[in-house]
């Protein structure tokens, strides 16, 4: 089946530092995900992202976060200046048709902020 | 607004019975309802989803789960359990294309001999 993958599998960081976390979706997907999940909690929604747009972000998202898809195959999320609270697993996802269809998750970026 | 919630953060069965984990939904439109499974440092996986249709859906590894709209519930269901099926389950709603989906918090289920 094909695959999700997030690159890299761990990130440790300083706080206010930059991170990057990439993915490659699979490669005739549309819809392109990022969501994390805080050790111990649930899964949470940060933003979705349609022909080379955002269409919905959460409140989580904000001016610190940015998403970007820099050619044909990649999908980054950027954290301009990581805090102690982004430390999470950051999952990317995406789809074929939408969130209403199977969304094929990558198997995450474990990003630690000290 | 959507969410889910999900009944009993931890659930624990012993091989070979009923496996039962509850979810329960709020959507104001018809929703689409998942469960996703995410084994030890592993991404999710679709396990099954409720689109429209049948209202008992049948999934990978022996589940299913049965959408009941008077219950406003998504219960998942697998007849005998087995220690592989270990793991993380999530219960998600979306209602639209590219909507965001929402998590419930997860069910840990351990499975003992």
């Known amino acids: 089946e094909p695959e999700v993958t997030q690159t890299p599998s761990h990130q440790v960081t300083q706080m206010g530092q930059e991170v990057i976390l990439r993915c490659v979706p699979i490669?005739?997907?549309?819809?392109f995900y990022w969501y994390r999940q805080i050790l111990g909690q649930k899964v949470e929604f940060l933003v979705s992202?349609?022909?080379?747009?955002?269409?919905?972000k959460s409140e989580i998202f904000d001016d610190q976060f940015s998403v970007e898809r820099p050619d044909g195959s990649n999908f980054t999320l950027k954290i301009r200046s990581t805090k102690l609270e982004d430390s999470a697993m950051y999952f990317c996802?995406?789809?074929?048709?939408?969130?209403?269809?199977?969304?094929?998750f990558g198997s995450g970026t474990q990003l630690s902020v000290l | 607004a959507q969410s889910v919630t999900q009944l009993g953060s931890h659930v624990s069965v012993s091989e070979g019975a009923l496996v039962l984990l509850r979810c329960n939904y709020s959507?104001?439109?018809?929703?689409?309802l998942f469960w996703y499974v995410q084994y030890p440092n592993q991404g999710l996986q679709l396990l099954l989803k409720?689109?429209?249709?049948?209202?008992l859906v049948k999934g990978i590894n022996g589940f299913e789960a049965e959408f009941k709209k008077s219950e406003t519930s998504f219960h998942l269901t697998k007849p005998s359990a087995h220690m592989s099926d270990a793991a993380e389950y999530f219960c998600?709603?979306?209602?639209?294309?590219?909507?965001?989906?929402?998590f419930g918090t997860g069910t840990r289920l351990q499975v003992t001999l």
């Open positions: 996802a995406s789809s074929a048709w939408g969130a209403n269809e199977k969304l094929f």
């Open positions: 490669s005739n997907h549309l819809y």
């Open positions: 992202f349609y022909n080379n747009e955002i269409s919905e």
């Open positions: 959507s104001s439109v018809p929703p689409y």
């Open positions: 409720y689109t429209t249709g049948a209202t």
């Open positions: 998600a709603v979306t209602h639209g294309t590219a909507s965001k989906l929402t």
